[in-house]
């Protein structure tokens, strides 16, 4: 973002650089005293968690740098999203619409959790479906959201055939043609992307974020 | 309670058990085994093996050491788990009311395995509570939070400053009901638990017969992963490292010391040395080398050395890929640990361990559940020719155990490829 002012572009570094009281002060600052534009500052907010995300990315950052970030950002929101009297038209239009949930007979939420964060803020339009998600939820929901990306967690091993199950019933739906399918987790490697028939799989929420702007063709 | 049957173990079984315990023995010194040693760690598995239902083995003891004594002798690993403890815990969970977890019947269906609930059991304003005070902590909200059976604690009085008189009259609040209800119910539950913890004792004698030495009976956990998995939650864990750092590094600090006296006493208690560490929150993709070296590995080193120095052998599972931190878990005294690694590439820590520490681990997941007996016998060939030949004292075994979902013939083929290429 070219056109920042000091005080934005100190925003923008807090938020960053995981200052988490003082970028949080100078927030409520802007937003409550100042009248500052909520919208403007939620694009600082965002403008800040690129940057987030690239440090992720050269592995400067890791998980606790996303969680904080995300704490960060709705502790943001929470003040921001009130004051926005306009419509919300200067919201950039979105990606691609991807659902994303945890595949039936696993509980385990963290990591779906993470992606959807850096999902939503790499601008997607993610839904998220929630833990122990049975095969016929996927397939309604995907009738009723139409996703690009379809994304299936899971922790345990017993979700690579949870997985299979999964795809296959959107196979038989006749939804498999439209979507692309990515799944994700502790245990999940090439072999078991074989084995469930998904398009890829990623070990963290930065290849989640990659493999949905490949097949949107955005550049990465 | 109860539960011991007599068994008698033969000459021939004696010579095989000491056989099987002196191959491990000498991987931890860093000897040469006359055999590379394999270890079988399987839960749910043995219900597929046995053809019952998940539910079925958390709660049926007999039948539960029946598979799992078939299994041994089908399979003759050097090193089994103790299965009663590991996974005959139904009874147990249920007599305590255990909050934690969900299980067959308890919040997952009969064929589903046990899972722990991620949540905040400890806030992150508690800390000075638990700092100051662990114990009582303990007692009067944690326990509480974490167990039906010890719900009415929180009555029990403060009992630091207790003295002469004041201590007389404090006495009287175990007269009250939350207090008699909680200790009459733990009563109970101790019994459950003790029956439980009786047929572990019946099991290991019955194995033990038969010529099989337990792989380890105690387990602990890190100072950091105490916290983070079972007080403050995943995200609540990684948000202290910013918010909470000072109390948390006291904490983890207060942590190592606790966790070595209590982990040296239910180790003698089981007469047992190896003990056995899942390790959660280490993983290179979980933080930062620096945030690794300032907030997980100096508090499970100090544990480490405290265990080492009590006669201990810990053998911490390094779950996930902990490549990057090999040369940093190095710095402990050699022949004194077994590593466990998951998905850790094992020559990889051959090359930067080999003479630290014995290791353990590690065919696929992956590939033990989802690929053919070939696959696996390639696998256990690419340990045996790259570790283990090389000079590696290898204790073979799945990433974590056998999983769940393992044909039984990849299992077959595990222990079979284990015998072909390295005796």
Same mark, same amino acid.
């Given at each position: 973002?070219?056109?920042?002012?000091?005080?934005?572009?100190?925003?923008?570094?807090?938020?960053?650089?995981?200052?988490?009281?003082?970028?949080?002060?100078?927030?409520?600052?802007?937003?409550?005293?100042?009248?500052?534009?909520?919208?403007?500052?939620?694009?600082?907010?965002?403008?800040?968690?690129?940057?987030?995300?690239?440090?992720?990315?050269?592995?400067?950052?890791?998980?606790?740098?996303?969680?904080?970030?995300?704490?960060?950002?709705?502790?943001?929101?929470?003040?921001?999203?009130?004051?926005?009297?306009?419509?919300?038209?200067?919201?950039?239009?979105?990606?691609?619409?991807?659902?994303?949930?945890?595949?039936?007979?696993?509980?385990?939420?963290?990591?779906?959790?993470?992606?959807?964060?850096?999902?939503?803020?790499?601008?997607?339009?993610?839904?998220?479906?929630?833990?122990?998600?049975?095969?016929?939820?996927?397939?309604?929901?995907?009738?009723?959201?139409?996703?690009?990306?379809?994304?299936?967690?899971?922790?345990?091993?017993?979700?690579?055939?949870?997985?299979?199950?999964?795809?296959?019933?959107?196979?038989?739906?006749?939804?498999?043609?439209?979507?692309?399918?990515?799944?994700?987790?502790?245990?999940?490697?090439?072999?078991?992307?074989?084995?469930?028939?998904?398009?890829?799989?990623?070990?963290?929420?930065?290849?989640?974020?990659?493999?949905?702007?490949?097949?949107?063709?955005?550049?990465? | 309670?109860?539960?011991?049957?007599?068994?008698?173990?033969?000459?021939?079984?004696?010579?095989?058990?000491?056989?099987?315990?002196?191959?491990?023995?000498?991987?931890?010194?860093?000897?040469?085994?006359?055999?590379?040693?394999?270890?079988?760690?399987?839960?749910?598995?043995?219900?597929?093996?046995? #053809?019952?239902? @998940?539910?079925? =083995?958390?709660?049926?003891?007999?039948?539960?050491?029946?598979?799992?004594? *078939? +299994?041994? &002798? !089908?399979?003759?690993?050097?090193?089994?788990?103790?299965?009663?403890?590991?996974?005959?815990?139904?009874?147990?969970?249920?007599?305590?009311?255990?909050?934690?977890?969900?299980?067959?019947?308890?919040?997952?269906?009969?064929?589903?395995?046990?899972?722990?609930?991620?949540?905040?059991?400890?806030?992150?304003?508690?800390?000075?509570?638990?700092?100051?005070?662990?114990?009582?902590?303990?007692?009067?909200?944690?326990?509480?939070?974490?167990?039906?059976?010890?719900?009415?604690?929180?009555?029990?009085?403060?009992?630091? #400053?207790?003295? @002469?008189?004041? =201590?007389?009259?404090?006495?009287?609040?175990?007269?009250?009901?939350?207090? *008699? +209800?909680? &200790? !009459?119910?733990?009563?109970?539950?101790?019994?459950?638990?003790?029956?439980?913890?009786?047929?572990?004792?019946?099991?290991?004698?019955?194995?033990?017969?038969?010529?099989?030495?337990?792989?380890?009976?105690?387990?602990?956990?890190?100072?950091?992963?105490?916290?983070?998995?079972?007080?403050?939650?995943?995200?609540?864990?990684?948000?202290?490292?910013?918010?909470?750092?000072?109390?948390?590094?006291?904490?983890?600090?207060?942590?190592?010391?606790?966790?070595?006296?209590?982990?040296?006493?239910?180790?003698?208690?089981? #007469?047992?040395?190896?003990?056995?560490?899942?390790?959660?929150?280490?993983?290179?993709?979980?933080?930062?080398?620096?945030?690794?070296?300032?907030?997980?590995?100096?508090?499970?080193?100090?544990?480490?050395?405290?265990?080492?120095?009590?006669?201990?052998?810990?053998?911490?599972?390094?779950?996930?890929?902990?490549?990057?931190?090999?040369?940093?878990?190095?710095?402990?005294?050699?022949?004194?640990?077994?590593?466990?690694?998951?998905?850790?590439?094992?020559?990889?820590?051959?090359?930067?361990?080999?003479?630290?520490?014995?290791?353990?681990?590690?065919?696929?997941?992956?590939?033990?559940?989802?690929?053919?007996?070939?696959?696996?016998?390639?696998?256990?060939?690419?340990?045996?020719?790259?570790?283990?030949?090389?000079?590696?004292?290898?204790?073979?075994?799945?990433?974590?155990?056998?999983?769940?979902?393992?044909?039984?013939?990849?299992?077959?083929?595990?222990?079979?490829?284990?015998?072909?290429?390295?005796?």
């Amino acid at each position: 973002m070219a056109d920042m002012t000091d005080q934005e572009q100190q925003l923008v570094t807090w938020l960053a650089d995981m200052n988490e009281d003082d970028a949080f002060a100078l927030a409520k600052k802007m937003l409550v005293e100042e009248g500052a534009n909520p919208l403007r500052v939620l694009e600082l907010c965002r403008n800040a968690m690129d940057i987030v995300g690239k440090r992720f990315e050269k592995g400067e950052y890791f998980l606790p740098e996303l969680v904080l970030a995300g704490e960060m950002l709705e502790n943001i929101g929470t003040i921001a999203k009130p004051l926005i009297k306009q419509a919300p038209g200067g919201e950039p239009k979105k990606l691609a619409k991807v659902l994303i949930g945890t595949v039936h007979g696993d509980l385990h939420d963290i990591g779906k959790n993470i992606v959807t964060f850096m999902l939503d803020i790499n601008g997607f339009e993610v839904k998220d479906i929630g833990i122990d998600v049975p095969v016929q939820t996927f397939v309604d929901e995907i009738n009723r959201f139409k996703p690009d990306v379809v994304g299936l967690s899971g922790f345990l091993t017993l979700a690579f055939d949870s997985m299979k199950e999964t795809i296959e019933a959107i196979r038989d739906a006749g939804l498999r043609d439209h979507l692309k399918i990515m799944i994700g987790g502790g245990q999940v490697d090439d072999t078991v992307r074989s084995y469930t028939g998904a398009d890829a799989f990623g070990t963290n929420a930065i290849d989640a974020v990659s493999l949905c702007k490949n097949w949107m063709g955005v550049a990465a | 309670m109860n539960t011991l049957q007599t068994y008698v173990q033969t000459p021939d079984a004696k010579t095989a058990y000491d056989a099987r315990w002196q191959r491990v023995m000498d991987c931890v010194a860093l000897k040469q085994p006359d055999r590379m040693p394999t270890a079988f760690m399987a839960t749910f598995w043995l219900a597929k093996y046995g #053809g019952i239902s @998940y539910r079925q =083995l958390m709660y049926d003891y007999e039948k539960t050491k029946e598979i799992a004594e *078939r +299994a041994l &002798l !089908e399979f003759e690993p050097d090193s089994p788990a103790p299965t009663m403890l590991a996974i005959a815990t139904g009874n147990a969970l249920e007599a305590i009311g255990y909050k934690q977890l969900q299980w067959p019947g308890h919040g997952t269906r009969d064929d589903q395995p046990y899972q722990y609930l991620d949540r905040e059991y400890m806030k992150a304003d508690e800390y000075d509570d638990f700092l100051f005070d662990p114990t009582g902590f303990y007692l009067q909200k944690y326990l509480p939070r974490v167990a039906a059976v010890f719900e009415g604690l929180e009555e029990l009085p403060y009992l630091p #400053g207790l003295h @002469y008189f004041r =201590l007389v009259a404090a006495v009287r609040l175990f007269a009250k009901p939350g207090v *008699r +209800a909680a &200790l !009459e119910n733990l009563m109970k539950a101790a019994e459950t638990v003790d029956a439980w913890a009786g047929h572990h004792a019946d099991f290991t004698r019955r194995i033990a017969a038969k010529g099989f030495p337990m792989s380890y009976v105690a387990t602990a956990v890190s100072p950091y992963d105490l916290l983070a998995d079972y007080f403050r939650g995943a995200t609540g864990m990684m948000k202290d490292l910013y918010r909470n750092k000072d109390k948390l590094l006291a904490m983890l600090d207060k942590a190592a010391t606790f966790l070595v006296r209590q982990t040296l006493a239910s180790s003698k208690a089981f #007469g047992h040395p190896i003990v056995f560490i899942p390790i959660h929150w280490a993983p290179d993709a979980f933080m930062s080398d620096a945030q690794f070296k300032t907030f997980w590995w100096p508090s499970f080193r100090k544990m480490l050395i405290g265990l080492i120095e009590g006669g201990v052998i810990p053998m911490p599972l390094w779950e996930a890929d902990c490549t990057k931190r090999l040369a940093t878990i190095r710095d402990i005294p050699p022949g004194k640990c077994i590593y466990w690694f998951e998905r850790t590439d094992m020559v990889k820590a051959f090359e930067v361990l080999g003479d630290v520490v014995a290791l353990r681990g590690n065919i696929s997941p992956s590939l033990m559940t989802t690929g053919t007996p070939a696959q696996v016998d390639a696998a256990v060939k690419h340990l045996v020719d790259n570790v283990f030949n090389k000079g590696g004292k290898l204790i073979l075994d799945g990433a974590f155990g056998i999983p769940d979902e393992t044909p039984v013939e990849n299992v077959r083929a595990m222990f079979t490829a284990a015998r072909k290429y390295a005796g």
